[in-house]
């Protein structure tokens, strides 16, 4: 990783409760390194609900405004699953499963 590269780790509960202090650290990444990209890394993450998805959302769209990317690094396969139902994958870099993983044995 390079050292213009700020990570940036989500706790393991992400849920509306967390939702706010998350989204005010991310915030904070955001405003005090202008490196471009932002990492975000989710392998920590283990209870959330889609209120993880809105401040996913609400940090790439602050990334944006400020000419960076956000790169979601880690996510676990429920983060993906939801992403995916809330049609939202996309926005946040998440790949669409291999036909492999999707096809029964």
Known sequence: MSAA?????????VGLEEA???????KLALAADPA???VVDAAALQNFD?????VLLECRRLA??????LVLRDP????NQ????????????????SAAAVQPA
Do not use: C, E, F, W
């Open 82 to 97: 939801l992403a995916r139902l809330y049609g939202v994958a996309d926005l946040l870099g998440i790949a669409a499963p």
């Open 5 to 13: 590269t700020t990570m940036l780790a989500l706790p393991s509960t």
């Open 64 to 69: 944006q405004a400020s000419n960076r990317s």
């Open 36 to 38: 471009d990209p932002l």
């Open 50 to 54: 889609s209120s993880a998805l809105a």
């Open 20 to 26: 706010k202090d998350v989204l005010g650290r991310l």
């Open 76 to 79: 676990p396969p429920r983060l």
